[in-house]
């Protein structure tokens, strides 16, 4: 994971009934927002007693969540009643109230209105928000916990456990070579290592991959549900039209000596 200090906060911070720990996780796409979700929920969820509900709302649409959720805590509830989300999300406020689960926002969007499916005012149940926008209303209050990109111990770190301690540390530079390539960019750095390891390569075959064909070509990973190509295109649709076609310009940079990828 290479996140033991934000992985630390995070896991101290959400307790049942603490209402701050309506807490947000922020930063680019790629940087590792939602691994660092999973990872907390997976140390926290045995405290609370319904559990722990993931929301996706990159592609799920609020009103489908909040039925989701009703029937994953009433089984015997196929959908919440009222047919618009206003409806919904207060049946769902009413239900919750008197539970103790630890809600994810997974990939909150810009102009998305996720406020209503909180839990009312003395639930027991927590909050945590992933999202690349720090202005989204919904952090507004709490200081959010922002990720960057990893730092050179921490890929290293990772390497080790993907390829195994003894493998990583004899190809020491290779690695930071490789890292350099894909910018510490965290989602890059586990697709990497895991390709190398699945393939049996050399990190510095890896790299010279990467040189000749580009990240985007050489890091595809068909046994994940996550790439390089999805999160960029994500940025890419959340983009003006006039901000898109100023981001296509950078192209013709990329053959400069001062201007790589």
């Given at each position: 994971?290479?996140?033991?200090?934000?992985?630390?906060?995070?896991?101290?911070?959400?307790k049942p009934g603490a209402r701050a720990a309506i807490t947000g996780v922020v930063g680019m796409g790629g940087?590792?927002?939602?691994?660092?979700?999973?990872?907390?929920a997976h140390r926290v969820a045995r405290r609370y007693r319904d559990g722990v509900l993931w929301a996706d709302c990159g592609d799920e649409r609020l009103t489908d969540v909040a039925d989701r959720?009703?029937?994953?805590?009433?089984?015997?509830?196929?959908?919440?009643?009222?047919?618009?989300?206003?409806?919904?999300?207060?049946?769902?406020?009413?239900?919750?109230?008197?539970r103790e689960a630890l809600l994810i926002f997974d990939n909150v969007q810009p102009g998305q209105e996720i406020e209503p499916l909180f839990p009312p005012p003395g639930s027991r149940s927590t909050v945590l928000i992933t999202t690349r926008h720090a202005d989204h209303p919904a952090l507004r209050g709490i200081e959010p916990l922002r990720l960057d990109q990893f730092t050179p111990a921490e890929a290293m770190d990772l390497a080790e456990?993907?390829?195994?301690?003894?493998?990583a540390r004899a190809q020491r530079d290779e690695a930071q070579?490789?890292?350099?390539?894909?910018?510490?960019?965290?989602?890059a750095v586990s697709i990497a290592l895991s390709l190398a390891k699945a393939n049996g390569w050399k990190l510095s075959e890896l790299s010279q991959k990467l040189e000749q064909a580009g990240a985007i070509r050489v890091l595809k990973d068909p046994d994940r549900e996550r790439s390089l190509r999805a999160t960029f295109r994500t940025a890419w649709e959340n983009?003006?039209?006039?901000l898109q076609r100023a981001f296509a310009c950078l192209a013709v940079f990329n053959q400069g000596p001062s201007f790589d990828t």
């Open positions: 994971m290479g996140r033991k200090d934000a992985t630390e906060r995070l896991t101290h911070a959400l940087i590792g927002k939602t691994e660092l979700a999973k990872v907390v959720w009703a029937h994953a805590l009433e089984p015997s509830m196929e959908k919440l009643s009222g047919d618009d989300f206003p409806a919904k999300a207060a049946s769902w406020r009413g239900l919750i109230s008197g456990r993907v390829l195994g301690r003894e493998a070579r490789l890292f350099e390539l894909v910018g510490y960019l965290p989602l983009l003006s039209d006039e």
